[in-house]
C-alpha cells in the first residue's frame, strides 16, 4: 500500500511539473514601425504663354520651344513677344507623379472669346517634359491626367526637379473684337 501511495505522490508531483513547464512556455518577437517621408511636391510658374500680336481670322501657333508654329510673329505692348507656358516641378527622389492640367478653351475679353486650343500642330507636340534640359518626352496638353510611371517616363522617377512647356494655338474670328485677352493654365502634379 505504501508503495502505492508513493506511486500517486509520484504521479501528482509529475503532472504538476509538466503543467508548469507547459505554462512557462512564451515567446515574442518585435517589429519596427517605418515611414519616410517625401519631399513636398511643389508646382511654380516660370513664364506665361504669350501669343503677342493675333490678326483676327489667322489662327496663331506658339510650340514649346516660343516660336511661331503658324501665323504672323510680332511683339505687342499687352503680350510682349512670343514665349512658351513654362512651369518648374519640384518633388522627393524615387517618387512617381501624376500631371493634371486644367486648360481654358477659350481667352476672353470682357464678354468676347477667342478659343485656344493644344492639339498637336503639323505633328508637334504643344506639351514637353524635360529634366535639366534633356530627356526630352513631347505630350499633347489635355485634361486627361499624365502618369510619370514607366516607359518614356522612367527618369522621372528619380529626378528632384523638372520642367513642363506648353504651347497652344488660338483661332481668332475674322470678326474677332479687339483687345487684350487672358485665360488661366492650371498645372496639378500629385504623388501617386
Known amino acids: 500500500m505504501k508503495s502505492m501511495k508513493f506511486l500517486a505522490a509520484l504521479a501528482i508531483m509529475m503532472g504538476f511539473g509538466f503543467s508548469a513547464m507547459a ?24 513664364l506665361d504663354l504669350q501669343f503677342g500680336i493675333v490678326t483676327p481670322g489667322v489662327n496663331k501657333s506658339i510650340s514649346t520651344t516660343g516660336s511661331v508654329l503658324a501665323g504672323t510673329a510680332g511683339t505687342s505692348t499687352y503680350a510682349g513677344t512670343e514665349q512658351k507656358g513654362h512651369f518648374t516641378v519640384t518633388k ?5 507623379l501624376t500631371l493634371a492640367l486644367t486648360l481654358p478653351a477659350n481667352l476672353t ?20 517634359l524635360q529634366i535639366s534640359g534633356a530627356n526630352d518626352v513631347p505630350f499633347t496638353p489635355s485634361a486627361t491626367p499624365l502618369n510619370l510611371t514607366s516607359g518614356a517616363y522612367s527618369a522621372y522617377f528619380t529626378a528632384t526637379s523638372f520642367d513642363v512647356f506648353l504651347g497652344g494655338t488660338v483661332a481668332p474670328a475674322a470678326s474677332q473684337v479687339a ?3 487672358t485665360g488661366t493654365i492650371t498645372l496639378t502634379a500629385t504623388y501617386n
Open 23 to 46: 505554462q512557462a512556455q512564451s515567446d515574442n518577437d518585435n517589429i519596427a514601425a517605418k515611414a519616410e517621408v517625401v519631399a513636398q511636391v511643389n508646382v511654380t510658374k516660370v
Open 179 to 181: 483687345g487684350d485677352y
Open 92 to 96: 522627393g527622389a524615387n517618387t512617381y
Open 109 to 128: 475679353y470682357l464678354t468676347n472669346n477667342l478659343p485656344i486650343n493644344f492639339a498637336d500642330v503639323s505633328s508637334t507636340q504643344l506639351g514637353l
